[in-house]
């Protein structure tokens, strides 16, 4: 693939991560894309070392030792180990990580190194790199390590830091094998304070309710594991650590996010809070950091926090004091002391490097070559070979030597999308995603300049290209417009037009052709290659655009070309173009026809690739071409480079240059020689320069390249004298320039009169964006021209216009004063049709938008609304009603029920069918155990049909028999023992409480037939009331709450449905009274009838009978006879009906007061009823509570079985892996007896063959002379200091000294020891007089002396080292021993409480109100100590407690009495002492003498007693100095014999000591044989002495059965011959 050349990397720059690390004293490593790079501090040296493998993934660096490691991104990944200045590979590390490294650490104590996987393994390994072996591994350890960092004090522990824990994992060896053991660090909550760790106990009892059987551990409750429910109820937040630092005593600072600073002791796992951000006496310049990262200096501790501010700390116990504080720039998270400790480094995620040498000075540099951010393109400029540029994604333009030097930057402050350097002045222009393109002076190379902006397009900038010859600079984005800027500086970067492509541009390339005079740019849109033609002398002119900026025809020709594959990048050549087709990952070359002046520009030419090969393994991927044309540059996400002839591109250059796992390569360019690339990583942060290099035959293309770069610098230079010097005289943007402010409106406006409103409001509506682009502002000032030109005609239009606006104003005015029938809407003067469509159409639309949200809110409603009467309301069978009394308050609900589903009356058949059963099983076996009287049979038939006449309350537990409602299958409460009967009692007691219910509510609605009528009665006095005329107020009972139509002012929301069905009510109710009026049969009758057709006696009294006709015309003088005969009669029939109506009204009134009198009775009876039934209702909650209780305790009981069981289960699986556990370590402690016994044999074989040296030294001299040999010997016990030295030495070089068990046992300590040897064995060191052979005999002698000494030191020191790591596994083993006992007994206890649960159950005992005779002082009283007595034996305790009560208070009494007789007789002794005083005063007074004064007065001799005194004393001192000496020898032969004994004592503990592991290795050989021969006995023996207890328990149960029978017997005659009935419970019936 490389036989045309190759390609070198020149030099790299970029930053990846934020790891950096020291190498040695002045040199630092950092990644950089797939390349290290190693800056030395000192002399600012960069060197790369590019990756072996794929990429650079986790990094780490050992300065003490001058190695480095560093894993590579691909799966199956390796770690490769280098030493350093020489970057030579030591070896490659080919581990189990299947995907990625998270962490690597080197040890300073060793050739070790410590890595952790990513997922899916999340593995902790240990390495041996010099070896490259693991030396151990521990899986599923990792898996939210951030870093691991080995104690620099011993390499034996290793801190690992995850992003919620921190672990502290401990490498316990033993020889060659080693193991990890993890020791994890609980830290504080983030108040600060520790919370202790919940351990799931085994089980313990409640002391509060006793009756409520085990208080089990969460994990049982839950079901889950131990663990699991552990970590979900540890609910309090934890502290987050972020950095840590191991201290010189083996200690850990940990800092975390919050603020704290802890203190953490890895052997003891105590935690101690350093700071305390929260506490009041916090320091305040400590509180708001938040220890991102620590190190540790010869003065302190150095921290830092945020806001770029670091702080050295002097910590003494928990005080901390500030000693010295430093301020940084920016932000950083990395801090790090020199291997020397005399230089700090500091880093940040964004890759500034700061650096403090305290030595030299107390100020902090900034390292200006270490630079980060993605680099979103990159140029090599034409005019000044050494010079290329770059942007970053966060808008720093930096400027770069041919070296890789940075030079100057700039900050745009904006985010950059795109780049192009300009071929004919040294400036560059950038492309911004706010569609701005900037132009950057870049003369001043320390500090570049922006000195121009234009402002294209709203979206970003994502194309820009210089044409070759620097004419034309042309910018593309995603909205299709093309736009064309003239590139000399002279002309202050004018736009000159733009065009429109169809499609988003993907990309553009130009081709400069000189002959012609002509620019071609082809512009890449996917499916169709645009190809644009300009003439480079046509630039400027009024017929190049039209007035809007549109290029014309005359300036711009457009071929359109269609390709068959759509394509992401393209580069245009002489005659053809090279394009890239992500869908066909390749390659393509099409040939351009030559001529295209036929063609229209809507005309599309077909294209196919005349050659097409294979492209990058990671698509998409963008082209470069040579300036000479010859070469063909490819860049993809895989991170290749790809470089190709274009005459044939079968053979091409490949360099892997950036990371394919961080996107790959984002742009490329060749330099204008064409010998050197430029490439720009997608998302690794680095750059990198390239040089191609030619050989063989292709070698004359370079020579062609460099030919045709010199042309075209001869053919430029010009050019560039006049456009550069005018580039450096224009003023930097914001200074000598004005840019264009657009004036915001505000954002409030005043209200007009739709009246007085004129064009001005149009015009704000058409208002110019705030930041127009230069195309709207190019129309906006062809619409302010077009303004100017007809101002004139404006104006003579408007006149008219206002002329018709003042009359539609006042038509407006006038129409307000109109009538509203007359009124017009104010929509109807709108002369604007079109606007107000579109304002209607607006409306229209919000309207929708508002009905359709309160549809969905009505819908929700609706849906709500129709599950609560579905599950509250019609889901009942028997709906909620609720009665008043007439004539109280009293209230009475009846009991809402659903109807059972069929699953439920399922369940009660089934259970129903399994008592029946059960019942007859039980009848059956009675009747066969014992053969008893007839009446006995008779009552167990009828307790077998009719169970609930028989059982008692207190068998039951229930009071619903009373009620008449019990179900005759419910178990006695007394022989509850499995979960299936307690499920089945549930049952069966929840259809009790339905019986209940049901039979309440048939009571309920007999009572509610009641109301029924008095309402009838009520609607009779009404009725009569309405025809006697009464307007007195009928009384009528407050039953109901009626809510009138007229109450609700709210309008009633109808569905669709209720509305159709409103509608035909409607239509019904109107054809019925249109029926009405049109019956002609019943006007007739009517008529006829005088409106009268049926005289009801009720109607009496509406009766009148009409005067004659004659009556009214002619007065009484002037009737006739006839008529007056008919006044007669008329008067006559008149004082009848008078008669009938009184006779009626009597009547209606006495039936009115009937039915009043009834009324009220039946009211005030219905009062009675009603409060009969709330009595009831009382005594059916009563039930129904008890009821429920009972089902509370028995659906509880289930749980606390299944939560046993769940127990049981989780001790069982603990005890299952304790087992596997245990034999693991006994096998292990197995196999380290084993190696620990034969390198014990190997030990004392080297420490007998020392002895035997020391001891055969004299005989292998035994021809040199006594005191030769005396001094020989002296000699042989000489040794040289070495470790001292060795020590001091490095005691001055660093902070930290590995701490070792003997000094010469370091690493190369033997050669150390021998080349100390040959100072002592140089022949000036002989004695006097020795011979050379002799000497020379001895130096070997003791040489060798020197190194089996060596080897037994170490030997010793291994030997202890596997004795520690044996007694380790042993503690282990029987920590696993007591763990298994614990299990256990932990198991027998469970098991034991399941019995005692299962068989003491809890049952509901109803005793009458004053028999409970317990404490109340507790909420919820415990009855465990509660004995139930009868009401004789507690009646005659009350007597007997009486009459003790009353001796004790007539006791009292008598006390009383002969306390008032003391303390009389105390106030008499006190008056007498008081007189005896008043005595004393008066000068009587008394001596008392002692009886050795009294015998004194009576001796007459006084020397002679005096005499007797020291004879006594000095026998006394003799018979006690005789009785001391006694005793003194008889104490001095028990110590003899004690010692003695202690010796005989010490004899056989040692004889023992030595049988002592012979024996216990015998006991449990044989206690292994014994339990393994007794099981099968023991087994035995117990299903015997089962079989044995069940048949005497059967035994016992018929012979209670029987004293059953016998006492239900006896306790009849006593309750028949019993004076007082008042029993404590009642009486109790066996099964």
């Known amino acids: 693939m490389d036989d045309i050349g190759s390609l070198e990397v020149r030099w790299i720059r970029g930053f990846t991560n934020k790891s950096i690390e020291f190498v040695d004293n002045e040199t630092v490593c950092y990644t950089c894309g797939i390349n290290i790079c190693f800056l030395n501090l000192e002399t600012k040296k960069l060197n790369v070392l590019q990756s072996p493998g794929r990429g650079v993934g986790a990094l780490t660096a050992n300065g003490s030792n001058g190695t480095f490691a560093f894993s590579e991104e691909k799966l199956s990944p390796s770690i490769f180990v280098y030493i350093f200045p020489e970057l030579q590979l030591k070896n490659e590390l080919k581990g189990a990580a299947q995907l990625d490294y998270t962490s690597l650490t080197l040890s300073t104590g060793g050739p070790y190194l410590g890595c952790c996987s990513s997922l899916p393994d999340h593995t902790i390994t240990v390495w041996n790199w010099e070896n490259a072996e693991p030396i151990c591994t521990q899986p599923h350890a990792g898996q939210d390590v951030t870093s691991l960092v080995f104690n620099p004090l011993n390499w034996l522990q290793l801190c690992a830091l995850g992003s919620t824990s921190l672990t502290v994992w401990s490498i316990q060896k033993s020889a060659s094998f080693h193991v990890l053991k993890p020791s994890v660090i609980e830290l504080p909550t983030t108040d600060g304070f520790f919370v202790e760790r919940l351990v799931p106990t085994s089980h313990t009892v409640s002391d509060k309710l006793p009756y409520f059987s085990l208080e089990m551990p969460p994990s049982a409750i839950s079901g889950l594991k131990a663990e699991r429910i552990v970590t979900k109820l540890?609910?309090?937040?934890?502290?987050?650590?972020?950095?840590?630092?191991?201290?010189?005593?083996?200690?850990?600072?940990?800092?975390?996010?919050?603020?704290?600073?802890?203190?953490?002791?890895?052997?003891?796992?105590?935690?101690?809070?350093?700071?305390?951000?929260?506490?009041?006496?916090?320091?305040?310049?400590?509180?708001?950091?938040?220890?991102?990262?620590?190190?540790?200096?010869?003065?302190?501790?150095?921290?830092?926090?945020?806001?770029?501010?670091?702080?050295?700390?002097?910590?003494?116990?928990?005080?901390?004091?500030?000693?010295?504080?430093?301020?940084?720039?920016?932000?950083?998270?990395?801090?790090?002391?020199?291997?020397?400790?005399?230089?700090?480094?500091?880093?940040?995620?964004?890759?500034?490097?700061?650096?403090?040498?305290?030595?030299?000075?107390?100020?902090?540099?900034?390292?200006?070559?270490?630079?980060?951010?993605?680099?979103?393109?990159?140029?090599?400029?034409?005019?000044?070979?050494?010079?290329?540029?770059?942007?970053?994604?966060?808008?720093?333009?930096?400027?770069?030597?041919?070296?890789?030097?940075?030079?100057?930057?700039?900050?745009?402050?904006?985010?950059?999308?795109?780049?192009?350097?300009?071929?004919?002045?040294?400036?560059?222009?950038?492309?911004?995603?706010?569609?701005?393109?900037?132009?950057?002076?870049?003369?001043?190379?320390?500090?570049?300049?922006?000195?121009?902006?234009?402002?294209?397009?709203?979206?970003?900038?994502?194309?820009?290209?210089?044409?070759?010859?620097?004419?034309?600079?042309?910018?593309?984005?995603?909205?299709?417009?093309?736009?064309?800027?003239?590139?000399?500086?002279?002309?202050?970067?004018?736009?000159?037009?733009?065009?429109?492509?169809?499609?988003?541009?993907?990309?553009?390339?130009?081709?400069?052709?000189?002959?012609?005079?002509?620019?071609?740019?082809?512009?890449?849109?996917?499916?169709?290659?645009?190809?644009?033609?300009?003439?480079?002398?046509?630039r400027s002119g009024p017929d190049c655009v039209d007035r809007h900026g549109c290029l014309s025809t005359l300036v711009l020709k457009v071929s359109r070309y269609e390709v068959p594959h759509p394509l992401e990048s393209c580069v245009l050549g002489l005659s053809e173009v090279f394009a890239y087709c992500q869908k066909r990952n390749s390659l393509q070359r099409f040939e351009l026809p030559q001529d295209t002046d036929s063609l229209s520009s809507e005309q599309v030419v077909q294209l196919k690739p005349e050659q097409e090969v294979r492209g990058h393994p990671l698509s998409p991927a963008s082209l470069s071409l040579s300036a000479h044309q010859l070469w063909l540059a490819s860049v993809g996400r895989d991170g290749l480079l790809l470089i190709r002839e274009t005459a044939s591109m079968e053979r091409h250059i490949e360099l892997q240059c950036h990371s394919c796992r961080l996107g790959g390569v984002r742009s490329v360019t060749f330099s204008a020689d064409s010998q050197t690339l430029l490439t720009a990583g997608f998302k690794d942060g680095s750059l990198v320069c390239t040089d191609l290099r030619i050989k063989g035959t292709d070698a004359g293309k370079v020579n062609e390249a460099q030919k045709y770069s010199r042309s075209m610098n001869h053919f430029l230079k010009t050019i560039f004298n006049t456009e550069n010097p005018v580039l450096i005289d224009l003023p930097e943007w914001g200074q000598g320039t004005v840019e264009p402010e657009e004036s915001e409106a505000g954002g409030g406006a005043d209200t007009v009169d739709v009246t007085e409103q004129d064009e001005s409001y149009n015009s704000l509506l058409s208002a110019p964006p705030s930041h127009p682009t230069w195309l709207e502002s190019r129309r906006e000032a062809v619409i302010k021209e077009d303004n100017e030109q007809y101002s004139e005609t404006k104006k003579n239009l408007r006149k008219p216009i206002k002329e018709l606006r003042d009359d539609i104003q006042e038509m407006m005015r006038e129409n307000e004063n109109l009538p509203d029938i007359e009124r017009l809407e104010q929509q109807e003067f709108n002369l604007d049709v079109e606007e107000q469509r579109r304002l209607e159409a607006t409306v229209e639309q919000e309207v929708t938008r508002v009905r359709n949200e309160i549809e969905l809110e009505i819908s929700a409603k609706r849906y709500i609304s129709d599950v609560l009467r579905r599950e509250c309301w019609d889901s009942k069978t028997v709906k909620g009603k609720a009665t008043k009394a007439f004539y109280s308050k009293q209230q009475v609900r009846n009991y809402p029920l659903k109807e059972r589903t069929?699953?439920?009356?399922?369940?009660?058949?089934?259970?129903?069918?399994?008592?029946?059963?059960?019942?007859?099983?039980?009848?059956?076996?009675?009747?066969?155990?014992?053969?008893?009287?007839?009446?006995?049979?008779?009552?167990?038939?009828?307790?077998?049909?009719?169970?609930?006449?028989?059982?008692?309350?207190?068998?039951?537990?229930?009071?619903?028999?009373?009620?008449?409602?019990?179900?005759?299958?419910?178990?006695?409460?007394?022989?509850?023992?499995?979960?299936?009967?307690?499920?089945?009692?549930?049952?069966?007691?929840?259809?009790?409480?339905?019986?209940?219910?049901?039979?309440?509510?048939?009571?309920?609605?007999?009572?509610?037939?009641?109301?029924?009528?008095?309402?009838?009665?009520?609607?009779?006095?009404?009725?009569?009331?309405?025809?006697?005329?009464?307007?007195?107020?009928?009384?009528?009972?407050?039953?109901?709450?009626?809510?009138?139509?007229?109450?609700?002012?709210?309008?009633?929301?109808?569905?669709?449905?209720?509305?159709?069905?409103?509608?035909?009510?409607?239509?019904?109710?109107?054809?019925?009274?249109a029926a009405k009026r049109d019956n002609v049969r019943d006007r007739a009758l009517d008529d006829m009838m005088d409106g009268v057709r049926d005289l009801k006696k009720k109607d009496i009294l509406k009766m009148e009978i009409p005067p004659p006709e004659f009556v009214l015309i002619k007065p009484d003088i002037q009737w006739s006879e006839e008529e007056k005969k008919v006044s007669k009669e008329y008067k006559k029939k008149t004082k009848d009906l008078s008669e009938e109506k009184e006779k009626y009204k009597k009547s209606m009134e006495t039936e009115m007061k009937k039915l009043q009198e009834s009324k009220r009775d039946a009211t005030e009876r219905f009062d009675e009823t009603l409060t009969k039934l709330f009595e009831k209702k009382e005594k059916c909650e009563m039930a129904i509570y008890k009821e429920e209780l009972t089902i509370t305790y028995l659906v509880y009981s289930v749980l606390v079985e299944d939560e046993m069981r769940n127990r049981e289960l989780e001790l069982k699986l603990k005890l299952e892996k304790t087992l596997a556990y245990k034999a693991e370590i006994r096998e292990e402690v197995k196999r380290r007896e084993e190696e620990l016994e034969l390198f014990h044999e190997s030990y004392d074989s080297a420490v007998?063959?020392?002895?035997?040296?020391?001891?055969?030294?004299?005989?292998?001299?035994?021809?040199?002379?006594?005191?030769?040999?005396?001094?020989?010997?002296?000699?042989?016990?000489?040794?040289?200091?070495?470790?001292?030295?060795?020590?001091?030495?490095?005691?001055?070089?660093?902070?930290?000294?590995?701490?070792?068990?003997?000094?010469?046992?370091?690493?190369?300590?033997?050669?150390?020891?021998?080349?100390?040897?040959?100072?002592?064995?140089?022949?000036?060191?002989?004695?006097?007089?020795?011979?050379?052979?002799?000497?020379?005999?001895?130096?070997?002698?003791?040489?060798?002396?020197?190194?089996?000494?060596?080897?037994?030191?170490?030997?010793?020191?291994?030997?202890?080292?596997?004795?520690?790591?044996?007694?380790?596994?042993?503690?282990?083993?029987?920590?696993?021993?007591?763990?298994?006992?614990?299990?256990?007994?932990?198991?027998?206890?469970?098991?034991?409480?399941?019995?005692?649960?299962?068989?003491?159950?809890?049952?509901?005992?109803?005793?009458?109100?004053?028999?409970?005779?317990?404490?109340?002082?507790?909420?919820?009283?415990?009855?465990?100590?509660?004995?139930?007595?009868?009401?004789?034996?507690?009646?005659?305790?009350?007597?007997?407690?009486?009459?003790?009560?009353?001796?004790?208070?007539?006791?009292?009494?008598?006390?009383?009495?002969?306390?008032?007789?003391?303390?009389?007789?105390?106030?008499?002794?006190?008056?007498?002492?008081?007189?005896?005083?008043?005595?004393?005063?008066?000068?009587?007074?008394?001596?008392?003498?002692?009886?050795?004064?009294?015998?004194?007065?009576?001796?007459?001799?006084?020397?002679?007693?005096?005499?007797?005194?020291?004879?006594?004393?000095?026998?006394?001192?003799?018979?006690?100095?005789?009785?001391?000496?006694?005793?003194?020898?008889?104490?001095?032969?028990?110590?003899?014999?004690?010692?003695?004994?202690?010796?005989?004592?010490?004899?056989?503990?040692?004889?023992?000591?030595?049988?002592?592991?012979?024996?216990?290795?015998?006991?449990?050989?044989?206690?292994?044989?014994?339990?393994?021969?007794?099981?099968?006995?023991?087994?035995?023996?117990?299903?015997?002495?089962?079989?044995?207890?069940?048949?005497?328990?059967?035994?016992?149960?018929?012979?209670?059965?029987?004293?059953?029978?016998?006492?239900?017997?006896?306790?009849?005659?006593?309750?028949?011959?019993?004076?007082?009935?008042?029993?404590?419970?009642?009486?109790?019936?066996?099964?």
């Open 902 to 1073: 069929d699953k439920e009356v399922e369940d009660l058949h089934r259970v129903q069918n399994m008592r029946k059963i059960e019942m007859a099983a039980c009848t059956l076996q009675q009747s066969g155990l014992k053969k008893s009287s007839n009446t006995t049979r008779v009552k167990e038939a009828e307790q077998g049909e009719e169970g609930h006449d028989a059982e008692s309350a207190a068998v039951t537990g229930s009071c619903s028999a009373q009620l008449g409602c019990s179900n005759p299958y419910v178990y006695d409460q007394f022989c509850l023992q499995t979960t299936e009967q307690r499920i089945n009692q549930i049952i069966l007691l929840q259809d009790v409480i339905y019986r209940v219910k049901t039979a309440f509510n048939a009571d309920f609605e007999q009572k509610v037939q009641e109301l029924n009528r008095v309402k009838d009665r009520d609607r009779q006095i009404r009725e009569i009331m309405l025809e006697l005329d009464v307007s007195e107020e009928l009384w009528e009972p407050g039953l109901t709450t009626t809510v009138d139509d007229s109450e609700i002012k709210a309008e009633k929301y109808l569905t669709q449905e209720q509305k159709e069905e409103e509608e035909r009510k409607n239509l019904e109710e109107q054809k019925s009274l």
């Open 1248 to 1631: 007998a063959e020392d002895k035997v040296l020391d001891k055969e030294f004299r005989k292998e001299f035994s021809d040199v002379r006594s005191h030769a040999i005396d001094l020989l010997y002296k000699l042989f016990k000489c040794r040289p200091r070495v470790e001292k030295m060795s020590t001091q030495a490095d005691n001055s070089s660093s902070l930290f000294k590995e701490q070792r068990l003997c000094g010469s046992l370091a690493p190369g300590a033997l050669g150390k020891m021998l080349k100390a040897m040959d100072e002592l064995d140089a022949l000036e060191n002989a004695p006097e007089g020795m011979k050379i052979q002799i000497w020379e005999r001895f130096c070997l002698v003791r040489r060798t002396k020197v190194e089996i000494e060596q080897k037994v030191k170490v030997k010793a020191l291994t030997l202890a080292e596997m004795q520690a790591f044996l007694q380790k596994r042993r503690d282990e083993d029987s920590a696993a021993q007591q763990e298994i006992k614990n299990l256990s007994d932990g198991l027998e206890s469970l098991h034991r409480e399941k019995n005692r649960f299962l068989t003491d159950i809890m049952v509901q005992v109803p005793l009458k109100q004053g028999q409970v005779k317990v404490s109340t002082t507790d909420l919820t009283a415990d009855y465990t100590d509660s004995v139930l007595f009868n009401s004789s034996v507690l009646e005659k305790l009350n007597t007997t407690s009486r009459t003790l009560g009353e001796q004790t208070i007539a006791s009292m009494v008598k006390c009383n009495d002969c306390r008032k007789g003391i303390i009389q007789l105390q106030w008499e002794h006190r008056m007498v002492g008081m007189q005896i005083e008043d005595t004393k005063a008066r000068g009587i007074h008394m001596f008392r003498l002692s009886e050795k004064q009294q015998d004194d007065l009576k001796e007459t001799d006084r020397d002679i007693h005096v005499f007797k005194q020291v004879c006594i004393l000095e026998k006394t001192i003799a018979f006690q100095e005789k009785a001391d000496l006694r005793s003194v020898g008889q104490r001095v032969k028990s110590i003899e014999q004690l010692d003695k004994q202690a010796a005989e004592k010490a004899e056989k503990n040692a004889t023992v000591e030595q049988q002592l592991p012979d024996r216990t290795v015998t006991v449990a050989e044989r206690t292994h044989i014994y339990d393994a021969s007794a099981s099968q006995e023991n087994q035995a023996a117990k299903t015997e002495e089962r079989y044995q207890e069940i048949l005497y328990r059967k035994n016992l149960e018929d012979l209670a059965r029987a004293q059953g029978d016998e006492m239900a017997f006896l306790w009849a005659e006593v309750e028949r011959l019993r004076m007082k009935n008042f029993p404590s419970m009642d009486q109790l019936k066996y099964n």
């Open 234 to 538: 540890c609910t309090k937040a934890r502290l987050t650590p972020c950095a840590i630092c191991w201290t010189p005593t083996s200690k850990l600072f940990v800092g975390c996010v919050e603020g704290f600073l802890l203190l953490v002791d890895p052997e003891s796992l105590s935690v101690s809070v350093i700071f305390n951000p929260t506490t009041s006496d916090a320091i305040r310049e400590l509180r708001q950091s938040n220890f991102r990262g620590l190190t540790l200096d010869r003065n302190g501790l150095i921290a830092v926090g945020k806001e770029g501010v670091v702080h050295c700390l002097q910590i003494k116990v928990t005080q901390i004091d500030i000693t010295q504080t430093w301020t940084l720039e920016e932000p950083v998270t990395t801090v790090m002391y020199s291997p020397d400790y005399e230089t700090l480094l500091f880093s940040s995620n964004t890759g500034q490097v700061y650096v403090l040498n305290s030595s030299r000075s107390d100020e902090i540099v900034k390292l200006p070559d270490v630079l980060s951010g993605n680099f979103v393109a990159a140029a090599l400029s034409h005019t000044d070979k050494n010079i290329c540029v770059s942007v970053t994604d966060s808008g720093a333009l930096q400027l770069w030597s041919a070296d890789g030097v940075c030079l100057g930057s700039l900050s745009l402050q904006a985010e950059v999308t795109s780049l192009a350097c300009c071929p004919i002045a040294q400036y560059a222009a950038v492309g911004t995603a706010s569609g701005n393109v900037l132009f950057v002076d870049l003369n001043g190379q320390q500090q570049p300049r922006l000195v121009h902006r234009v402002h294209l397009y709203h979206t970003p900038v994502d194309q820009l290209v210089f044409d070759q010859e620097g004419h034309y600079l042309l910018t593309g984005a995603s909205d299709s417009y093309i736009y064309v800027l003239d590139a000399r500086p002279s002309k202050t970067f004018s736009v000159i037009g733009y065009t429109v492509v169809p499609g988003p541009v993907l990309s553009l390339s130009t081709q400069c052709i000189r002959d012609s005079e002509q620019v071609k740019v082809v512009v890449c849109t996917g499916l169709e290659l645009t190809v644009l033609s300009l003439h480079t002398r046509k």
